[in-house]
Protein backbone atom coordinates (compact mmCIF):
# COMPACT_ATOMS: atom_id res chain seq x y z
CA UNK A 1 0.00 0.00 0.00
CA UNK A 2 1.02 3.61 -0.96
CA UNK A 3 0.34 7.22 -0.02
CA UNK A 4 1.15 9.86 -1.82
CA UNK A 5 1.68 12.95 -0.44
CA UNK A 6 1.84 16.88 -2.17
CA UNK A 7 3.60 19.62 -1.19
CA UNK A 8 3.57 22.93 -2.87
CA UNK A 9 5.73 26.06 -2.09
CA UNK A 10 5.98 28.59 -4.87
CA UNK A 11 7.08 27.13 -7.93
CA UNK A 12 8.76 23.97 -6.58
CA UNK A 13 5.97 21.28 -5.64
CA UNK A 14 7.44 18.06 -3.79
CA UNK A 15 5.85 14.85 -4.57
CA UNK A 16 6.15 11.61 -2.05
CA UNK A 17 5.73 8.11 -1.50
CA UNK A 18 5.18 6.70 1.23
CA UNK A 19 5.44 2.70 1.48
CA UNK A 20 3.35 1.55 4.50
CA UNK A 21 4.44 -2.12 4.12
CA UNK A 22 8.21 -1.50 4.76
CA UNK A 23 8.08 1.87 6.20
CA UNK A 24 9.75 3.80 3.04
CA UNK A 25 9.19 7.12 1.58
CA UNK A 26 10.99 8.60 -1.59
CA UNK A 27 10.65 11.89 -2.21
CA UNK A 28 10.43 13.89 -5.68
CA UNK A 29 10.87 17.45 -6.43
CA UNK A 30 9.65 19.69 -9.64
CA UNK A 31 10.83 22.86 -9.93
CA UNK A 32 8.77 25.10 -12.54
CA UNK A 33 11.18 26.37 -15.21
CA UNK A 34 9.23 29.38 -15.70
CA UNK A 35 5.09 30.87 -15.50
CA UNK A 36 3.67 29.90 -18.78
CA UNK A 37 1.82 27.30 -19.84
CA UNK A 38 4.00 24.31 -21.19
CA UNK A 39 5.88 24.65 -17.82
CA UNK A 40 2.25 23.99 -16.45
CA UNK A 41 1.78 20.81 -19.24
CA UNK A 42 4.99 19.69 -17.98
CA UNK A 43 3.96 19.25 -14.34
CA UNK A 44 0.69 17.87 -15.51
CA UNK A 45 2.48 15.15 -17.65
CA UNK A 46 5.48 14.72 -14.79
CA UNK A 47 2.64 13.54 -12.27
CA UNK A 48 0.33 12.01 -14.27
CA UNK A 49 3.54 9.88 -15.75
CA UNK A 50 4.87 9.08 -11.78
CA UNK A 51 1.32 8.58 -10.31
CA UNK A 52 0.16 6.21 -12.88
CA UNK A 53 3.12 4.38 -12.02
CA UNK A 54 2.14 3.58 -8.53
CA UNK A 55 0.02 -0.01 -7.83
CA UNK A 56 -1.91 0.13 -4.90
CA UNK A 57 -2.67 3.67 -3.47
CA UNK A 58 -4.62 3.89 -0.65
CA UNK A 59 -4.75 7.51 0.04
CA UNK A 60 -3.76 10.93 -1.32
CA UNK A 61 -2.69 13.70 1.22
CA UNK A 62 -2.17 17.18 -0.49
CA UNK A 63 -0.98 20.28 1.84
CA UNK A 64 -3.02 23.30 0.27
CA UNK A 65 -2.08 26.98 1.41
CA UNK A 66 -4.55 28.37 4.01
CA UNK A 67 -5.45 31.85 4.16
CA UNK A 68 -2.75 33.69 6.37
CA UNK A 69 -1.21 37.45 6.51
CA UNK A 70 -0.45 37.00 2.83
CA UNK A 71 -2.20 35.08 -0.04
CA UNK A 72 -0.41 31.82 -1.61
CA UNK A 73 1.93 32.99 -4.88
CA UNK A 74 -0.15 32.52 -8.22
CA UNK A 75 1.95 29.54 -8.93
CA UNK A 76 1.23 27.68 -6.08
CA UNK A 77 -2.94 28.09 -6.58
CA UNK A 78 -2.03 26.88 -10.50
CA UNK A 79 0.42 24.16 -8.90
CA UNK A 80 -2.40 22.49 -6.56
CA UNK A 81 -5.11 23.05 -9.23
CA UNK A 82 -2.43 20.94 -11.63
CA UNK A 83 -2.50 18.49 -8.79
CA UNK A 84 -6.06 18.02 -8.18
CA UNK A 85 -6.92 17.83 -12.18
CA UNK A 86 -4.09 14.89 -11.94
CA UNK A 87 -5.80 12.75 -9.22
CA UNK A 88 -9.18 13.61 -10.81
CA UNK A 89 -7.88 12.23 -14.60
CA UNK A 90 -6.40 9.48 -12.79
CA UNK A 91 -10.03 8.75 -10.44
CA UNK A 92 -8.20 9.14 -7.46
CA UNK A 93 -10.39 11.70 -6.10
CA UNK A 94 -12.04 9.64 -3.65
CA UNK A 95 -8.90 9.08 -2.18
CA UNK A 96 -7.21 12.73 -1.69
CA UNK A 97 -7.41 14.61 2.19
CA UNK A 98 -6.08 17.97 2.42
CA UNK A 99 -4.86 19.72 5.19
CA UNK A 100 -3.79 23.37 5.75
CA UNK A 101 -0.81 24.71 6.87
CA UNK A 102 -0.36 28.62 7.64
CA UNK A 103 2.53 29.95 4.91
CA UNK A 104 4.44 32.10 7.04
CA UNK A 105 5.77 30.27 10.24
CA UNK A 106 4.63 26.71 8.88
CA UNK A 107 2.93 25.51 11.37
CA UNK A 108 -0.33 23.18 11.54
CA UNK A 109 -3.62 25.23 11.56
CA UNK A 110 -6.95 24.00 11.95
CA UNK A 111 -6.48 20.65 13.14
CA UNK A 112 -7.60 19.01 15.99
CA UNK A 113 -6.94 20.13 19.87
CA UNK A 114 -5.70 16.73 20.89
CA UNK A 115 -2.30 17.24 22.79
CA UNK A 116 -0.51 15.23 20.50
CA UNK A 117 -1.64 17.26 17.91
CA UNK A 118 -1.27 20.99 20.20
CA UNK A 119 2.04 19.71 20.39
CA UNK A 120 2.60 19.83 16.78
CA UNK A 121 1.17 22.69 16.18
CA UNK A 122 4.06 24.52 18.19
CA UNK A 123 6.34 23.12 16.39
CA UNK A 124 8.81 24.72 13.39
CA UNK A 125 9.56 22.54 10.71
CA UNK A 126 12.37 23.34 7.96
CA UNK A 127 10.60 22.26 5.55
CA UNK A 128 6.97 21.48 4.26
CA UNK A 129 7.62 17.83 3.14
CA UNK A 130 8.61 17.50 7.14
CA UNK A 131 5.24 18.70 8.12
CA UNK A 132 3.47 16.02 5.88
CA UNK A 133 5.18 13.10 7.18
CA UNK A 134 4.57 14.41 11.16
CA UNK A 135 1.15 14.55 10.12
CA UNK A 136 1.42 10.95 8.70
CA UNK A 137 2.78 9.55 11.77
CA UNK A 138 -0.06 11.30 14.13
CA UNK A 139 -2.49 9.69 11.88
CA UNK A 140 -0.86 6.32 12.11
CA UNK A 141 -0.99 5.87 8.09
CA UNK A 142 2.68 5.24 8.59
Known amino acids: M ?4 FSVSSKETYLSIFNTQDKSVVTEKFVLPNDNGESL ?3 YNYLQLFISRQ ?15 RSPSAERV ?7 LVIFDLN ?8 KTQKTKKKYKELPDNSLWVSLNE ?12 YLLIEGLI
Open 41 to 43: RAL
Open 92 to 99: LFDKLSKI
Open 123 to 134: TKYASKIQQVIA
Open 55 to 69: KDISKIIMEVASNGQ
Open 2 to 5: YILS
Open 78 to 84: KSEGIIE
